[in-house]
């Protein structure tokens, strides 16, 4: 698929939207709206050591205006200009929880909804944990949520966990990292 062409239809504090003239990989052309987003990066923030029988992860419950109410979350958050996804991950940590992370791994990296939009989201898991004072934003409203990871597992199997990037963080440890019964990598 090739651009060719482009026009900035909207400038937002968070994203911009562009109509884009593309070729096809058929050869053929036409157009897509595309939400550009900077990126961002979110963070499990493990309280136990994973080797533990049933670590807990410290999950948030954060009111979201677009989910309709409260859902379950990690913490996570918007990259700033020419800031490292490892960086934001640790800024976001301390804003929403005020823990500060003496280990952080990067997991893997995530597109959110690559038929609109270029986001990306660098998914961490943190350890190592010391609490400080959170510095959350004027419009974050959320709860600390210390869980047992038995009870994320069943959170998730119930479906009460709906927020894709936590997800696909606490389902990636899980099949890759194997919370509560030691490191399996």
């Known amino acids: ?12 504090r968070v994203i911009h939207l562009d109509v884009e003239t593309v070729r096809f990989p058929d050869g053929s052309t036409g157009q897509l709206e595309m939400i550009r987003h900077p990126g961002a990066a979110a963070v499990v923030p493990m ?6 029988p049933d670590p807990r992860v ?9 989910a309709g109410g409260v859902i379950w979350e990690i913490p996570a958050g918007r990259l700033d200009p020419g ?14 929880t ?5 280990r ?14 270029d986001e990306r989201i660098h998914l961490f898991v943190a350890g190592g944990l010391e609490e400080g004072q959170h510095q959350r934003e004027h419009d974050e409203f959320l709860e600390l949520c210390p869980t047992p990871w038995s009870e994320v597992l069943a959170l998730i199997e119930r ?13 990636y440890l899980q099949a890759f990292r194997a919370p509560g019964r030691g490191q399996t990598r």
């Open 47 to 52: 309280l136990d050591d994973p080797a533990t």
């Open 1 to 12: 698929m090739a651009l060719i062409g482009s026009e900035r239809k909207y400038t937002g």
């Open 98 to 102: 005020g823990m500060r992370a003496s």
């Open 58 to 66: 410290l999950l948030i419950r954060q009111f979201r205006h677009a």
């Open 83 to 96: 800031e490292q996804p490892e960086q934001c991950a640790r800024r976001e940590l301390l804003e929403e």
């Open 104 to 117: 952080l791994e990067r997991l893997t990296t995530i597109f959110t909804t690559p038929g609109f939009t």
């Open 159 to 171: 479906g009460e966990i709906q927020d894709g990037k936590t997800l696909v963080s606490l389902l």
